[in-house]
């Protein structure tokens, strides 16, 4: 059994991470790695499948056994990856994906150099700006913080591996093309170190 | 105009390199460079789409006034690529595909660090020596040469970025995978180095 692929997805909002994920879980080839938080859940949040709602103290006990791939505290609150259930997904060879912040992402690509960096973003700041807006579900001042925080964030687009960009109307279009970065990764010869030994086998 | 990428395709006899390059240039997206070459002509093969078949004398002095972008002495032949051309190709925008054997790919990456290159082989070396057996076109001496040869290329594997398998029947899927690469490659964050610059300018 060939091991999945570890990929980072990060999109700030306004980017359509949820809807562009949604077309790469319908192939059935991916699992979303619930992360731990220890944030309130929202009201229509289940826990175990949008997040494990975890107590700080139980959170801050984990870091300390290494049970974290990564974590990152944001607006208060931690965020992490329960390493173990990764595992287990890589081990079935299904691909893992990580809905995780740039400081994440940064971080596990240190501790998993296979990991495989996605930046989603909306095709300008103009537009995100645009449909941060046009949601009219948050205040002026959550907004606000949200693209402040969308600015922090591209300054680290050196960190990822590749870009992909989400148009209006074409969120089918962005998953493909992240769908074409997993099937590229996995003929990489960094990846397939023993291609002229098996080669020769058989 | 965004540069087209310069992708290498070797393959060794048998890998069935023409059937799966014959779909990407059915995408439109790609343009062939025509190598030149000393050898003589076969029957069927034209000047300028084949090869550009030149003299040793007109060959040799291209490679001392720096025009071939790489080359290489087979059999005692020799093949290259005119330099010229190549460029002209990539700054249109087209991808240019260059098929060459592993010492010239090696040559290209040295030169040309932003080259993909691609192996493109049978499913093993057992499907190999059936598909040269089977075309039954050439003698047991030229048979055993090829194969000698693809034992050779193959030990260069890992000079290589990414590895593809043209399985029996499965030429199409072949090429489908090299569009994935160059799909990937293109949104690769070390090709597009101003992201971040781009994203808030708008």
């Known amino acids: ?65 290494g049970d974290m791939l990564e974590y990152t505290e944001y607006c208060g609150n931690f965020y992490g990856t329960p390493l173990k259930e990764a595992e287990e997904v890589l081990a079935s060879g299904k691909n893992l994906i990580l809905e995780i912040e740039v400081e994440g992402a940064e971080n596990v690509k240190k501790k998993y150099p296979d990991a495989v960096l996605v930046l989603l973003l909306p095709p300008s700041y103009a537009v995100q700006e645009q449909r941060l807006r046009g949601r009219g579900t948050e205040t002026e001042e959550k907004i606000t913080e949200r693209l402040a925080r969308a600015k922090e964030e591209i300054a680290h687009a050196s960190s990822y591996d590749y870009v992909v960009y989400n148009y209006d109307g074409k969120d089918a279009e962005a998953a493909e093309q992240i769908l074409a970065i997993v099937s590229a990764e996995k003929c990489s010869l960094a990846r397939n170190t023993s291609v002229a030994e098996d080669y020769l086998k058989v």
Do not use: C, Q
């Not at 059935?28 to 494990?52: K, L």
């Open 1 to 65: 059994m060939k091991k999945g692929l570890m990929l980072v997805i990060s999109g700030p909002a306004g980017s359509g991470k949820g809807t562009v994920n949604a077309h790469l879980f319908k192939t059935g080839d991916f699992v979303y790695s619930v992360s731990a938080t220890t944030r309130a859940p929202r009201p229509a949040e289940v826990d175990g499948v949008n997040y494990h709602f975890i107590s700080k103290e139980d959170f801050l006990s984990r870091i300390e056994h």
